[in-house]
């Protein structure tokens, strides 16, 4: 069975075939070659500041940083740092030396979705787009989590002639089941790049799919991510200590935790200041002031229980929970580890002698980590260590969950475009 | 009402010996909160894991107003700590849990007191489902099930209970050389024709009541004239909802093997952490917590009590344990509080109905690195 979400006008649903959808796509592409990049900066400008205005968009989890990433001047830094500091590559031939350089779409682009984050699909879909590449969208759930209200304000956004609706025709967006293997393997076979976003067990089954010779697969996750905040920090300044909590809580908060590039644990270096215990309790007071979780599905309620338990019970361990139910909990040890994640406001603070010993961690599996140093030459050598050691992102806390380019170690727009040198 | 001038021990033992259904729930709710804040502080100054438990994350005892004022221990913990409120001397058995989702069993160490106090606790609820006279006890297990000697796992435990009931016990399943348990026709059929039409007690677990039995009499056409029999069966309803088996088509089925009213076929609810205590389905199909122990539904996320028609996670009260703390576990299942003191069976207090086991529902995203994620199949 599936659900045809929001398709190009005039195709019909249909329950198991994604040829109709296809070759509506394919027919969309010559238009979608024909904007110039500059008119589709501007139509997602005008995007932009309705996502704020529109009410059933101005709310949504994620909109306020989807609203500024989608800013003209970002868009444009986006662009230049993707397509080698020009983005009119994208709009046919552009003198380079002797010759001449442009940057023409892959083609159609399927992405599959994680279903964590509602503004998740857009940061897809919209490189894909600027690329001028017609894409096809799985969602992750039936319920399309807000995708739905984001692309109807999309569509209704306009500059100068070129309208949001008619940019919507070169993308469909679907849901199906994750077990109808004819549909997910029609997706990929369709597909001249595949963009996955999930867990192991979907990346592993999606890039099992059979796919063309020359498609491209581009995955996004599973990743992990961790904090670190050195003594220098913590001896330093207490407000500017303060303030790096409340970001490192702003990065808990935003998306339930649920984002790969959300903390789980925080590696914090003993210090002459603060216990272990004390930092935890400058933690529950920034937790403690957000606002309640819209819900929590019982079994991320009897995780968070679980761990909170094994915390307390535990004579090398202490915890510190909220009172108001499975809210929030600061989970303290001194395990040099990764922690499994429990999400949904559950951090683990673990105290360590120095930042040297979180090294042996990182790897490619850890997506960013959210650097709180007193000293920036030591967050540079902490950056040169954990990016080598296979870390994609270095941040100041509060800034961790920001979708930016590169993203896992990868500029999206430029592996979603096909060089072509011409030599006259 | 509770005799304050009695020892805790006498508390508990009158909560046992006496009319198990008959206490309304606020009575009951004070009660059991009595008890519960002189037993708990003993248990925790016994066992310091569960002390720190308390301390870091709960109101003091002594201001627990009702149970739902004790914080919950979550059943896992038995599966990561061995909680022991005893010295190892006191120890007389160890209960394991039949680990059938994988991973580690949980393990329950029982002193004198608290098996002598399971034993006649049970006894005490299934007397009033099943009246007080003994009768031919089948068992649709092994007989290696049973166990015997130092360690016991819960399906041996409720065997063994049930078997309190017996005048005489007749296995009806064989272990297998690979481990699989497999009828043994001759055996069920000469135990039937012996009891034709007399009361007997069949005990077994759902799920393979279900599958060894049931749907192999069904297979074979065979019924049996069994219109006294009353089945006990417990557990497994995971697997069964796997199948699309639900409780109404087991019910109906089975009695139709048995030749018995629909009546006939309690299922109960209980789990190792806390053997003794059992919630036995009423004629209206709901489960009561006997008076030495209670059940509350806690909404996800507040944790707080649900209000009637609310499903939430279902948290276990019992006053047996001493040798480990039991008292209040909450569990990973959820159920239906369906009413409190009106249930048309007659039974007072709070009543429930079993759900679902609770279950990751989806993937949790790319942040979930660790954990299981579903798959294209």
């Not at chain 1, 010559?30 to 968009?57: M, N, Q, W, Y």
């Amino acid at each position: 069975m599936s659900v045809w979400r929001i398709t190009p006008r005039g195709v019909e649903p249909s329950g198991d075939r994604l040829t109709p959808i296809v070759e509506s796509l394919d027919r969309r592409r010559a238009g979608l070659a024909k904007i110039p990049v500059d008119s589709l900066v501007a139509l997602l400008a005008d995007f932009s500041a309705r996502l704020l205005r529109d009410p059933r968009t101005k709310s949504l989890e994620g909109c306020m940083f989807l609203s500024a990433w989608l800013g003209s001047d970002n868009l444009r830094r986006l662009l230049e740092l993707n397509l080698n500091g020009n983005p009119s590559y994208l709009d046919g031939f552009v003198p380079y030396g002797r010759n001449y350089l442009a940057a023409k779409p892959q083609g159609l682009v399927a992405m599959w979705m994680a279903g964590n984050v509602a503004t998740l699909p857009m940061f897809s879909l919209i490189p894909a787009l600027l690329a001028k590449n017609v894409c096809l969208l799985k969602l992750a759930y039936p319920e399309p989590e807000g995708t739905d209200r984001l692309l109807a304000v999309l569509a209704e956004s306009q500059a100068g002639d070129v309208r949001g609706a008619d940019l919507l025709e070169a993308a469909a967006v679907v849901w199906f089941d994750y077990r109808n293997r004819e549909l997910n393997e029609q997706m990929s076979l369709a597909a001249d790049v595949k963009i996955i976003w999930g867990g192991a067990e979907a990346i592993k089954a999606i890039t099992a799919l059979p796919r063309r010779e020359h498609c491209a697969e581009i995955v996004f996750g599973p990743k992990y991510s961790i904090g670190v905040i050195d003594r220098k920090k913590i001896q330093s300044d207490p407000e500017k200590l303060d303030q790096a909590v409340a970001g490192f809580v702003r990065d808990i908060a935003v998306f339930d935790q649920r984002a790969c590039s959300a903390p789980q644990t925080i590696f914090v270096e003993r210090n002459a200041r603060l216990s272990l215990r004390e930092l935890g309790g400058l933690f529950a007071k920034h937790l403690a002031k957000l606002p309640p979780k819209p819900g929590l599905d019982p079994y991320t309620t009897m995780q968070i229980v679980n761990v909170r338990a094994a915390w307390a019970m535990d004579e090398e361990k202490d915890v510190i929970a909220s009172a108001d139910g499975a809210n929030w909990t600061v989970c303290l040890d001194r395990d040099v580890s990764l922690k499994q994640a429990v999400q949904s406001r559950t951090i683990f603070l673990s105290e360590v002698d120095s930042w040297q010993q979180v090294v042996p961690l990182l790897s490619p599996k850890v997506q960013t980590v959210g650097v709180a140093f007193g000293d920036r030459d030591d967050i540079i050598t902490f950056a040169e260590v954990a990016s080598q050691a296979g870390v994609a992102r270095c941040v100041r806390p509060g800034l961790m969950n920001n979708h930016e380019s590169p993203w896992d170690g990868k500029l999206l727009i430029n592996q979603l475009v096909r060089w072509v040198m011409l030599k006259p | 009402m509770l005799d304050h001038s009695l020892t805790l021990e006498q508390q508990v033992e009158a909560l046992i010996r006496g009319p198990q259904y008959a206490m309304r729930q606020a009575e009951k709710d004070a009660v059991l909160t009595t008890i519960l804040r002189e037993l708990c502080a003993e248990i925790a100054e016994n066992c310091p894991p569960y002390d720190r438990f308390l301390r870091r994350l709960g109101p003091s005892s002594a201001d627990w107003q009702t149970i739902s004022d004790v914080p919950p221990l979550p059943v896992s913990m038995f599966k990561q700590f061995l909680l022991a409120a005893v010295p190892p001397e006191k120890i007389v058995r160890e209960l394991h849990s039949s680990s059938t989702s994988g991973g580690q069993p949980s393990r329950i160490v029982i002193d004198k007191t608290t098996a002598f106090r399971q034993t006649r606790a049970l006894a005490s609820i299934l007397k009033e489902h099943l009246g007080g006279h003994r009768r031919p006890y089948l068992v649709l297990d092994a007989e290696e099930s049973a166990g015997a000697g130092d360690t016991l796992t819960a399906r041996g435990a409720a065997i063994r209970g049930v078997g309190n009931f017996a005048s005489e016990t007749v296995y009806g399943m064989n272990k297998q050389p690979d481990g699989d348990m497999a009828a043994d026709w001759p055996r069920i059929e000469d135990f039937f024709q012996r009891h034709c039409h007399e009361p007997v007690l069949l005990f077994g677990f759902t799920f393979m009541v279900w599958t060894r039995f049931v749907e192999q009499s069904e297979r074979r056409a065979v019924k049996f004239q069994a219109s006294k029999a009353q089945l006990l069966h417990s557990g497994g309803w995971k697997k069964l909802a796997a199948q699309a088996v639900t409780k109404e088509d087991f019910t109906r089925r089975t009695a139709n093997v048995l030749s018995c009213d629909l009546g006939g076929i309690l299922d109960f609810y209980g789990m190792v952490e806390q053997v003794g205590t059992v919630f036995v389905d009423c004629e209206s199909g709901n489960k009561h917590a006997p008076a030495f122990a209670d059940v509350l539904i806690r909404r996800p996320y507040t944790l707080q009590p649900a209000e009637i028609g609310q499903t939430g996670i279902i948290e276990l009260i019992s006053v047996l344990p001493t040798s480990y703390p039991g008292q209040a576990l909450i569990t990973e299942d959820q159920g239906v509080l369906v009413g409190v003191d009106d249930c048309p069976c007659g039974r007072l207090g709070g009543y429930f109905r079993f759900t679902k086991r609770i279950e990751q529902a989806e993937t949790r995203g790319c942040g979930d690195t660790f954990a299981q994620a579903r798959e294209i199949r």
